[in-house]
Structures are given as structure tokens and as C-alpha cells.
């Protein structure tokens, strides 16, 4: 079946650090991937997206790259920022599926000053 | 361009009782879902629907929950009788075309509304 697994929070970060948050996925056909971003009192929105594999999505300093050998799509930021503190959802979407969406559990990020 | 919006942001209930959510997604999108949203947890699918047909409602307890989208626009979400369990965010989403074929794009968020069953 389909699903995503992401590294746990939260997160502490200082300002300028570089983040990485794991995300690795099971899926039974070619999914496509992404990154939702949930800030404090807000709904989810899309961050980035990649549709197939070797595609690098990339959004507000955010990367992250569709690697199929290793069935991983790795949030990363080279200097976070206080305003990038929220939760962090990786999630597929499989043709297969009916494209229906599977979201991990989400990784909170908390950036201090 | 408006947004998906729902409605209320905040309900709390005595367990037993009923209660609705609404939500009006983005003019002309065709797909619209329903998630349920616990603590520290992401999204789960409740019900899809492709217009005004549910096309997928496998997650939906049906015993005590309903959804109805008249007309292909509005969805409204039901749970009769409310339990302690049922607490979470219910999420309302939508998307242009979430049909196979090609389309795995982009899924539109409401704010949510929150649930405590107390």
C-alpha cells in the first residue's frame, strides 16, 4: 500500500541553522510528491511539489529532490528563518490510488532568534 | 481569488449531541474532500467527491457520519451522535481535477474547524 513516513519533531532550530526534515515513502506505482506547510492558526498549503523522480521542487529557499532508488523527498533549507516555524507534512499522491493523498504525521519546526 | 472557506472554526459539544460542518471550496473546482485531522497527527481522508458523487467514502464511519454535496459546490459534513473520540480538526480541501489520468495536482485548504466533544 501507500505511505509516508517522516522524521519526528519537533524541531529547534536557531536562526540561519540548515534544516533537513526525512521523508521517505512507500507506493505502488510512480507518485508524485510533496511538502505542505501548516503555520500556527492557518490551514495547509502547498509548499513544494515534484512529479516525477530526479525532479527537484522548490519553493521560499525550500528544495526538496524526488529520489526514487532511495524512495526519499528530504525537506531542506540552507537558513531558516523565525517566520518558517510551522508544521511540515510530506505527502504522495498515487495514480494508482485514484490519486488520493497520503500525508505523514507532520514535523514541527520551531526557529528561535 | 477566495479561498476554500469553512465553517464554524470552533465547535464544542456534550458527547451525544450532533453537529455540521460547511464548506464552500474554490469556484470551480471539481474534486472536494473531507480529512480528519487528530493531534500531531496528518490528515486522513474521510470522504472524496467528484462533483456530487462520493467516489470514495471507504474511511467514513458510517454509522454515526454523512456528508452531502448538492449540486457539485457546497459540502456540508454530519456526525450523529457526537462521541469523545470524534475530537479533531475537520479539514475541508479542494482541488481542480483530482480524476486519474494525469492530474496529481495541488490540493486547496480550508482553515478547518475544530471539534472538542466534551
Known amino acids: 500500500g501507500n505511505s509516508v513516513t517522516q522524521m519526528e519533531g519537533p524541531v529547534t532550530l536557531s536562526e540561519e541553522a540548515f534544516l533537513t526534515i526525512n521523508c521517505t515513502y512507500t507506493?505502488?506505482?510512480?507518485?508524485?510528491l510533496f511538502w505542505y506547510v501548516q503555520y500556527p492558526g492557518e490551514g495547509l498549503q502547498l509548499l513544494l511539489k515534484a512529479t516525477k523522480a530526479d525532479d527537484k521542487g522548490s519553493n521560499k529557499g525550500f528544495e526538496a529532490t524526488y529520489r526514487k532508488e532511495t524512495t526519499s523527498f528530504h525537506l531542506e533549507k540552507g537558513s531558516v528563518q523565525v517566520s518558517d516555524s510551522a508544521v511540515y507534512f510530506c505527502a504522495l499522491s498515487d495514480q494508482n490510488t485514484g490519486n488520493q493523498f497520503y500525508f505523514g504525521t507532520g514535523t514541527s519546526l520551531t526557529v528561535i532568534p | 481569488e477566495a479561498g476554500v472557506v469553512q465553517s464554524p472554526r470552533y465547535k464544542i459539544i456534550e458527547k451525544k449531541q450532533p453537529v455540521a460542518f460547511w464548506c464552500n471550496p474554490i469556484?470551480?473546482?471539481?474534486?472536494l474532500y473531507w480529512y480528519r485531522q487528530n493531534l500531531g497527527q496528518g490528515p486522513e481522508l474521510l470522504i472524496r467527491?467528484?462533483?456530487?458523487?462520493?467516489?470514495?467514502d471507504s474511511q467514513l464511519p458510517k454509522d454515526r457520519f454523512s456528508a452531502e454535496r448538492l449540486k457539485g459546490v457546497d459540502s456540508t459534513l454530519k456526525i450523529q451522535p457526537a462521541e469523545l473520540g470524534d475530537s479533531a480538526v475537520y479539514l475541508c480541501?479542494?482541488?481542480?481535477?483530482?480524476?486519474?489520468?494525469?492530474?496529481?495536482?495541488?490540493?486547496?485548504f480550508g482553515e478547518g474547524s475544530r471539534l472538542t466533544v466534551l
Open positions: 469556484s470551480g473546482h471539481n474534486t
Open positions: 480541501a479542494s482541488s481542480l481535477d483530482g480524476l486519474a489520468g494525469g492530474d496529481t495536482g495541488e490540493l486547496f
Open positions: 467527491y467528484e462533483n456530487e458523487e462520493a467516489v470514495d
Open positions: 507506493a505502488t506505482g510512480y507518485p508524485s
